[in-house]
């Protein structure tokens, strides 16, 4: 795995990890010790600072399509269990009069008769049933793949838009710190501290992104008093503004008023990524399993553990344990089993039982010797008999039977070609990934190589306009930039742990 889960959380993903053959009993017990064991640390969890492995481990236990889709293969794994001897055949068979046989009166019979298939008829039924059980299993693995690169895309896009929150309130301390210097030139004071205050401003942009990742994960209330207070100092400086009359520097007014108009746009698009948190935290709990209004703690720091040459083997790991892949396989060996069977069908069945007649003494009747001994019945004992009996049954209709071994074969060549496919597109998927993270991986060095570069081009802009009233165009335009290499640079992060979360949906867990 790219990116490793904690031991403490391995034996709860080893859960759904069961082998095909255990008893549906030995899951559930399993299932109930696990919970008792681990449940103290989910109450621990939800009380500190949530991973994302402590989300994907609460997706795996609470996710309502998930639960139903491990209840669909414990279904299908009990089809193993009804692969049996068909039933006996009992008949019992009782005389309104009696029937008169030499050996006494048949009153009734009895006869049990049990049929068996051709040799090796009920093995391979079972391990049809297996394979078939050991596919759905696959397909519940690919469920849930899907489901966690799911809540890692829906937790990395909150993760983008808290630092996205950061990344701004970073840059509007950075206007600010500029009005400030821009209302100094105007009143023609002493810049040294301003210019100090912009500096600051510019070397530290992750600060006000770091306080917003230790909210409560709403972060709606947090917002509007930091707009409250952004709002608050802008009504400061305006009144500020209102009493320094004319000014007497060398800064221009226009250069102030420029200034607070990007501070309220900058107000008004902090308040608006506020209320874009709602619809993605909802999104989250809903993953997780969980009610739409908890709070989701997001750590605001990237940190990407990849290690360097990762990609060498990746490739025969996606082949090799692709949650598809296997159930293809799975499902090809299942239709040479419905071969087999259909070939073993075309078999003699064998029937062996037992008739037990009941008789009962019968008294002598007739003269010896009279009418020619035509009326004579001598007495009968009234034993009962067993008789033994076998039967076979003869299968020469084959029509059917060919047709069942042609549809098998069918099916199996047309899994065969499915699985072809489906290698070339993992293959190809894999190659348009990896180009996609070896491509960020070269965004993110350029960024920030130009994020260094245009922090010092914007210090040294704000000092030339402080000392020699150089363009305050320039200073604005160069600030832009450094917002926009910023962001550009947080996206590419992003992307790129998405794009990490894919190779390992890939692979599969």
């Not at 449940?39 to 609460?58: I, K, R, T, V």
């Not at 902090?270 to 619809?279: A, N, T």
């Not at 996609?436 to 060095?445: E, G, M, Q, T």
């Amino acid at each position: 795995m790219l990116r490793p889960i904690s031991p403490l959380f391995l034996p709860y993903f080893n859960l759904f990890q069961l082998k095909p053959n255990l008893s549906s009993l030995k899951k559930t017990i399993c299932l109930h010790i696990i919970s008792i064991l681990f449940l103290p640390y989910f109450n621990l969890f939800q009380l500190n600072a949530q991973s994302l492995e402590n989300y994907l481990l609460l997706a795996s236990e609470q996710n309502s399509a998930l639960q139903s889709s491990f209840k669909q293969y414990q279904a299908a794994l009990e089809k193993t269990n009804q692969v049996s001897l068909e039933n006996p055949q009992l008949n019992i068979g009782v005389f309104t009069r009696p029937m008169e046989l030499l050996m006494g009166n048949q009153r009734g019979e009895v006869s049990l008769m049990q049929m068996f298939p051709w040799f090796g008829m009920l093995k391979t039924q079972k391990d049809e049933a297996t394979l078939m059980a050991e596919a759905k299993y696959e397909e519940f693995r690919q469920e849930r793949n899907v489901l966690l690169y799911q809540v890692k895309e829906t937790y990395f896009q909150l993760q983008q838009l808290e630092n996205t929150i950061g990344i701004t309130r970073a840059n509007l301390e950075i206007l600010k710190s500029l009005e400030q210097l821009a209302i100094i030139r105007y009143q023609g004071g002493n810049t040294s501290e301003a210019v100090s205050s912009v500096s600051t401003a510019v070397r530290r942009p992750n600060r006000a992104g770091q306080a917003s990742g230790t909210n409560d994960g709403m972060g709606m209330e947090g917002g509007s008093a930091s707009g409250t207070s952004a709002r608050r100092q802008s009504s400061g400086s305006s009144s500020a503004m209102s009493t320094m009359g004319s000014g007497g520097g060398s800064g221009k007014l226009t250069d102030v008023l420029r200034l607070q108009v990007q501070i309220k746009a900058l107000e008004s698009d902090l308040q608006q990524l506020e209320v874009d948190k709602r619809p993605l935290q909802v999104r989250f709990n809903q993953l997780v399993g969980r009610e739409k209004n908890e709070s989701v703690i997001i750590e605001s720091q990237l940190q990407s553990q990849k290690a360097l040459g990762w990609e060498v083997e990746m490739l025969e790991q996606i082949l090799a344990s692709n949650p598809m892949l296997l159930m293809l396989e799975k499902e090809g060996l299942a239709y040479q089993k419905q071969g087999e069977m259909a070939k073993l069908e075309g078999k003699p069945m064998v029937g062996l039982g037992l008739n037990y007649m009941v008789f009962s003494p019968r008294a002598e009747m007739g003269v010896p010797g009279g009418m020619g001994g035509m009326d004579y019945m001598p007495a009968g004992m009234g034993s009962n008999m067993v008789m033994p009996m076998a039967t076979v049954s003869l299968p020469i209709y084959r029509k059917k039977y060919k047709a069942m071994e042609t549809e098998s074969k069918l099916y199996w060549e047309a899994n065969e070609r499915q699985k072809e496919d489906l290698q070339r597109n993992l293959e190809t998927e894999f190659e348009t990934i990896l180009a996609s993270i070896k491509d960020a991986d070269r965004k993110v060095r350029l960024l920030e190589e130009q994020i260094e570069l245009t922090e010092q081009t914007l210090e040294l802009s704000v000092t030339s306009y402080a000392s020699e009233g150089s363009s305050f165009e320039e200073i604005l335009s160069i600030q832009r930039e450094l917002l926009d290499f910023r962001l550009n640079l947080l996206n590419t992060k992003i992307e790129r742990e998405i794009q990490f979360a894919r190779v390992e949906t890939l692979v599969g867990v």
